[in-house]
């Protein structure tokens, strides 16, 4: 294991999630599409910290945030071993996919994967997403149990343009506040970072 993936992962340690009820039947996630900027070729540097690239000293552009949360069932139990990608654009509405196009920056991974621990947690460093062309800002989620596969995308509370978001118009509207969630500073992390919880129930 890198120093890089050994410092991020000791931050875990500790950390205080929000889990979700145990309902009977909890409602699966909505899925969303995959699509058209799901890396072509998995990055040789793909863990969980997006905001730094392995031989390149530098940090990404952005607003640093910390996203995290646990994998659940929909009998409410806490799904270990779940493995979880996440993808976005960069700070400059860059894909880092060679159809996207246009300058990226060198010092942000664009993808990034995880394996949920005992609990069913997982935590990202990444950045607060944002706009790019025709989208709401989003971050691509992926998540692997077996043989069963939830995507879908989470977006940011407050952005006006959700509401004209095509996508998350096309969620139900009962369930598409489960997709929206708060991007909030956090005074317990250094330089302003924000924080973003996310429990996503899959099927």
Known sequence: MNT?????LSKLTGLTLFSVPCFARAMVTPSQSLGPFYPSKIPLDSDADLTVVSGRDGRATG??????GQVFSTDGEPVPDARIEIWQCDAFSAYHHPRAGGGIDPYFQGFGQTTTDNRGRYRFKTIKPVAYPGRAPHIHFRVLVGSRELVTQVYVQGDPSNKHDFLLKAVPESARQTLIIPFVKDSALPRGELTAVFNPTIG
């Open 63 to 68: 607003e640093i945030t910390n996203l995290y």
């Open 4 to 8: 890089k993936r050994r410092a991020f």
